[in-house]
């Protein structure tokens, strides 16, 4: 059974940061995409960054320079480095794990104060 589970959100003030991370189980976290999508109230879904799984990166424009994506394929785990945060980076961000087919974890709520 795939579990793929987010943890690290909170509250935080403008200018802070966050690191979130997310443990897959029951794939081969090595072969898979790994990706950070996030969810606002009244918006739609929306990527933010993802990591192949040889390791390139790709980030949303209104977060380059301030968020990090990185994999550790020794402890099944992807993170989301998030510094400078804004108010609009306000979101339930979602982990997904995509090989052909997408999973995805429960959400971890981020919110940030101005």
């Known amino acids: 059974q795939v579990q793929v589970v987010e943890s690290g959100g909170g509250l935080v003030q403008l200018g802070g940061s966050l690191r979130l991370s997310c443990a897959a189980s029951?794939?081969?976290?090595?072969?898979?995409?790994m990706g950070w999508y996030r969810q606002a109230p009244g918006k739609q879904r929306e990527l933010v960054a993802r990591v192949l799984s040889g390791g390139n990166t790709y980030y949303a424009d209104s977060v380059k320079g301030r968020f990090t994506i990185s994999r550790d394929n020794a402890k099944n785990t992807v993170y989301l480095q998030m510094n400078s945060l804004k108010p609009e980076d306000t979101a339930v961000y979602y982990c997904s794990a995509n090989l052909a087919v997408t999973h995805w974890g429960q959400g971890t709520q981020v919110t940030v104060s101005s």
């Open positions: 029951g794939i081969i976290f090595s072969r898979y995409t």
